[in-house]
Nanobody
Framework: QVQLVESGGGLVQPGGSLKILCTNIGTIDSNYGMAWYRQAPGKQREPVAAVTAPGTLYYADSVKGRFTVSRDIAGNRFYLQMNNLKPEDTAAYYC?????????WGQGTQVTVSS
């Protein structure tokens, strides 16, 4: 059974950068796309960056040009590089399959952007 583990979040000032990581115990079939989702307090969880199975990249308009997603299939790792962070990026970030959610959610990693 695959268990998703997110890490790398923290407190960062506006304009700063963070790189968060998703690892999985077990193996996710490369036929599945993967995405980073985020959930801010009082809001629904939404996808912000994804890599489809063929390798197409997707970014929400709010993060285009600032976030970069990458996947290391052999190493079972999935990354999100976040640059020029804004207070509105504050949220818990989760990884999961995309576009269909097939796996149980991990604990997420909290990203807080504040001065």
């Amino acid at each position: 059974q695959v268990q998703l583990v997110e890490s790398g979040g923290g407190l960062v000032q506006p304009g700063g950068s963070l790189k968060i990581l998703c690892t999985n115990i077990g193996t996710i079939d490369s036929n599945y796309g993967m995405a980073w989702y985020r959930q801010a307090p009082g809001k629904q969880r939404e996808p912000v960056a994804a890599v489809t199975a063929p390798g197409t990249l997707y970014y929400a308009d709010s993060v285009k040009g600032r976030f970069t997603v990458s996947r290391d299939i052999a190493g079972n790792r999935f990354y999100l590089q976040m640059n020029n962070l804004k207070p509105e990026d504050t949220a818990a970030y989760y990884c999961n399959t995309y576009p269909t959610i097939w796996l149980s959610w991990g604990q997420g990693t909290q990203v807080t952007v504040s001065s």
